[in-house]
Nanobody, 128 residues
């Protein structure tokens, strides 16, 4: 059973940066496409970013494109989310997710249902 653990959340002022990390344990070598999602109070879980297994392809939600960067280090079984120019509307619990189905080395997706494993979430709060 793959387990995902996020870290790096916190309270920051608008315009500042945070970097989230998500490390996989267990048979982590069986996970491929990875992603980040977020959920604000009273709202549905929202796609943020996805990265392919080989790290060569990324995909972002329009709301974060140009401000956030997803990356991965497969040797460390870790995926990162660098968040710059943070805004109050970025406040949410951030979840990392992993897909254990191989769909191609360059596959990325925003579909919640295509991710089989989820972390417990880390809170990001951006004050104005």
């Amino acid at each position: 059973q793959v387990r995902l653990s996020e870290s790096g959340g916190g309270l920051v002022q608008s315009g500042n940066s945070l970097r989230l990390s998500c490390t996989a344990s267990g048979p982590a070598g069986s996970t491929y496409t990875k992603g980040w999602f977020r959920q604000a109070p009273g709202k549905e879980r929202q796609f943020v970013a996805s990265i392919s297994w080989n790290g060569g392809r990324t995909y972002y939600a329009d709301s974060v494109n140009g401000r956030f960067t997803i990356s991965r280090d497969n040797a460390k079984n870790t995926v990162y989310l660098q968040m710059n120019s943070l805004k109050p509307e970025d406040t949410a619990v951030y979840y990392c997710a992993a897909d254990d189905v191989y769909r191609g080395s360059a596959y990325v997706t925003s579909g919640v249902s295509e991710y089989n494993y989820w972390g417990q979430g880390t809170q990001v709060t951006v004050s104005s």
